[in-house]
């Protein structure tokens, strides 16, 4: 369905930009660390905010002089509970050319936000990435079963929607067969893969045919090449 050819490649695409911006983020931190001069500043005042909901963190104001004896304050990434008190001396890392934009010498403020992006940039693209692996793998094992699987003539039993999954409000509807393997006696079902739209009238027989792998009727394809194709 497209819709989930769509979520795959937005989960990875997004997940992929981010993790780029992580990088920018890492070298833009290290090009800053490299040229950065080291002082200390004094923690003048805690200013809090609230955010959208609800939870107030408390960003540290931080005083500190230049190597040329100019004085400048700046106001240091936020969080709850607060990270340093009022009147706490501090490492400053600031460029002399742009002293407004110091920074505490702190794993969080120097690579706090490239973390942040990074994680989140990773778990978006390994969702993405799992469900087109996943997708490429399938089409690869049906393709194996359409090309060397044994036919097999099932006994058609039922349409049944698959509840387990959802996209838009939709359920996708799945053809559910049975046979009976002469060599071992033993029952199997088998059930197609998932079909988003309802198969039931243009099932004109009761026999299906399902492809096995030689000795192991466990794996398997539901030959559904009867129905006709959806629309683009």
Do not use: C
Not at 6 to 12: D, R, V
Not at 100 to 108: E, L, R, V, W
Not at 112 to 124: D, E, K, M, Q, R
């Amino acid at each position: 369905m497209k819709v989930i050819a769509i979520i795959k490649y937005t989960f990875a695409s997004i997940g992929l930009a981010m993790l780029i911006a992580t990088f920018f983020l890492y070298q833009n931190t290290q090009a800053f660390l490299s040229t950065a001069v080291t002082t200390s500043g004094t923690v003048i005042e805690l200013i809090s905010s609230r955010s959208n909901n609800n939870s107030i963190t408390y960003a540290p104001v931080v005083r500190f002089s230049t190597s040329n004896g100019d004085v400048t304050e700046f106001v240091s990434s936020g969080s709850n509970p607060p990270a340093y008190s009022r009147n706490d001396t501090v490492e400053v890392l600031y460029q002399e050319a742009t002293p407004q934009n110091a920074k505490i010498n702190s794993i969080s403020d120097l690579w706090g936000a490239g973390l942040i992006v990074g994680i989140i940039g990773l778990v978006f693209f390994s969702i993405g990435f799992s469900i087109i692996m996943a997708g490429r793998l399938k089409a690869k094992k049906i393709q194996n079963l359409k090309t060397n699987g044994s036919p097999i003539e099932t006994q058609f039993q039922s349409v049944e929607v698959n509840g387990a999954l959802k996209v838009n409000g939709r359920s996708p509807y799945q053809i559910f067969t049975q046979w009976t393997n002469p060599e071992s006696g033993k029952l199997h079902i088998f059930k197609s893969e998932n079909i988003w739209f309802d198969p039931t009238s243009f099932i004109k027989q009761n026999k299906i045919t399902v492809l096995i792998t030689r000795g192991n009727p466990k794996r398997y394809y539901v030959d559904t090449s009867f129905l006709p194709e959806v629309a683009g």
